[in-house]
């Protein structure tokens, strides 16, 4: 393990950075250095990479753990409660995340104002790239999340996809983006989300669990919980199928989304109608194969 130092000795902002790797050669080298210069603790948690992953991590830090990979919310706990993190505050990331220098601003003010001591977290935006390109438009941008909070303040939602972390109020809000590099190619990001559409197929037909434990869902509460909103009560009150092309016209047409070019088109279409077209045909055939 490396030596810790405080941020008083080393001037680097007092928070653990917790990144989850998994085959990541292409993206992990500039995830690590969009962090590794200011942050006091970095972490890695590979769930079994097989490329150069762990290699390339090794060259930024030795706080490097292993642990087999069930989901992302599993995932993310188990991280925060079983690593040995020495600072309050924690900053959760994807290997295909950076941290912007607008960000790394603000969270440099963030602590140097002593916002720290009046909240418990901070929300801030996800840019998204898609083959290279900005999403600005369809709704797509600015959308918040929660990643940094005190780690006694937090965690993640137990939700098979579309999790969020859950943290305690009050809450700031920040200026600057974590950049999302959703794919290079169409064949990575379809196997992805068809195995995303069976997860959310999965938890909207689940009849065990409750909202209890799980970002409420306001449409007067803050974005995280204003996008739950949405999703759960005016698009999931939509007639199934019905919805993915109504969702896809608000985005392209309503939501300015054609603005982003081609490759707003692919990302636009793929993500609003044939993204949930397939999760509503899965919830379909998993209803067809139910015993009666």
């Known amino acids: 393990m490396i030596k810790r130092m405080s941020s008083d ?6 928070l653990a950075v917790v990144v989850l790797t998994f085959n990541e050669e292409l993206n992990i080298k500039a995830c690590l250095e969009s962090v590794a210069d200011w942050c006091a603790e970095l972490f890695v948690v590979d769930s079994g990479s097989t490329d150069n992953t762990l290699q390339i991590a090794a060259k930024y830090t030795e706080n490097i753990s292993a642990h ?46 002593g916002q720290d001591k009046k909240y418990n977290g901070a929300m801030f935006s996800r840019r998204t790239l898609f083959m290279g390109r900005w999403i600005k438009h369809g709704g797509h941008y600015p959308v918040y999340h929660a990643r940094l909070f005190r780690r006694d303040k937090g965690h993640c939602e137990e939700r098979l996809y579309d ?51 799980q970002v409420t869902a306001r449409i007067d509460g803050n974005p995280i919980e204003q996008r739950r909103w949405l999703r759960k009560t005016l698009f999931g009150g939509l007639p199934p199928f019905v919805r993915a092309f109504g969702y ?27 993204f949930r077209f397939y999760v509503d045909a899965k919830i379909w055939e998993m209803r067809k194969r139910a015993p009666l």
């Open 68 to 113: 087999p990979f069930d989901n992302y919310a599993q995932q993310r706990n188990w991280a925060q409660e079983n690593l040995a993190i020495q600072h309050d505050w924690v900053l959760h990331i994807d290997a295909d995340e950076r941290v912007t220098p607008e960000l790394c601003a603000s969270l440099q003010n963030f602590f140097a104002t």
């Open 163 to 213: 999790q969020h972390f859950l943290v305690e109020p009050p809450l700031a809000q920040l200026d600057g983006d974590l950049i999302d590099i959703l794919t290079t190619d169409l064949d990575t990001w379809s196997r992805r989300h068809v195995r995303w559409a069976g997860l959310e197929a999965e938890e909207i037909s689940r009849t065990d669990i409750s909202a209890t434990g």
């Open 9 to 14: 000795q080393t001037g680097r902002l007092p």
């Open 248 to 274: 896809f016209f608000y985005r392209y047409i309503i939501r300015l989304g054609f603005l982003d070019g081609t490759e707003g088109l692919i990302f636009h279409f793929l993500q609003a109608c044939w």
